[in-house]
């Protein structure tokens, strides 16, 4: 399978509806481990935004919002939240959940051994309000700009071009707006060609230094976030990851 495909499989697609919407008990079982790790779509919102600081008709675009719980948790306090992936299978069944508040999907329990679940849109949130496309996170159209808050988690070291897409962003968040970028810095070939990582080389090994000298003269810092976050893979497999997240005010 093309590295481009990763994200089109059945597989990736059950995982990531696991990961976003399967509850506390069905992603981790067991009464030890990294609890603080669950939740990480809904942490990125509700831990790194000020929700009180949105004016009422804010607008919101989640970037790579995969199967788009993040999307959702900005309908909260958003008017309008558009959210964008380059999957066509993940925003086909983001968009399924926005219309229908629901989708069946099936995790691995072990080997061949699957267990079908309903990945559900939490009561109290105006679905209405989100809208997903598929796009390119690497080539947005013009027609996206001036947004009150935009969103990208686990976004940038998956992009061919992330420093080309850092430069997009002064276009896409409106004066005096939020940003949220999160990333675990895992740089591989397989996404980016090396002469395009922000980090993890021996001529800059910090990621959040290389996004600041691009986003300083746009953007002014305001914290930044260790979020960790755990995927299940299957009942006794796990990936435990920790995101940096950091909040930026456009100037």
């Not at 993940?90 to 990945?119: H, M, N, S, T, W």
């Not at 395009?196 to 986003?215: A, S």
Request: net charge negative.
């Amino acid at each position: 399978m093309a590295t481009g495909d990763v994200y089109e499989s059945v597989a990736a697609l059950n995982e990531y509806l696991l990961f976003h919407y399967g509850s506390e008990e069905e992603i981790l079982p067991y009464t030890f481990g990294p609890r603080d790790a669950l939740n990480f779509a809904v942490r990125t919102v509700s831990e790194c935004l000020d929700l009180n600081s949105l004016p009422a008709d804010a607008r919101a675009f989640d970037v790579g919002c995969a199967v788009g719980r993040s999307s959702f948790e900005l309908a909260r306090f958003c008017r309008n939240v558009v959210g964008l992936d380059f999957s066509s299978a993940f925003v086909a069944a983001a968009d399924a959940l926005a219309k229908r508040g629901q989708l069946p999907y099936a995790r691995i329990v072990c080997g061949e051994i699957v267990e079908q679940a309903v990945a559900r849109v939490p009561d109290g949130i105006d679905r209405s309000r989100v809208r997903f496309v598929q796009g390119d996170a690497g080539n947005l159209s013009e027609e996206f700009a001036d947004f009150d808050v935009v969103h990208a988690a686990n976004l940038l070291c998956r992009l061919p071009n992330p420093r080309s897409f850092l430069e997009r962003l002064p276009a896409l968040v409106t004066t005096g707006g939020k940003l949220i970028l999160a990333t675990p810095c895992t740089w591989l070939e397989a996404f980016t060609p090396k002469s395009n990582w922000l980090g993890g080389t021996d001529q800059c090994r910090d990621t959040l230094n290389r996004v600041v000298e691009v986003l300083k003269p746009a953007f002014s810092l305001e914290k930044t976030i260790d979020l960790p976050f755990l995927i299940r893979e299957h009942e006794r497999k796990f990936q435990w990851n920790v995101s940096q997240a950091s909040v930026w005010q456009r100037l």
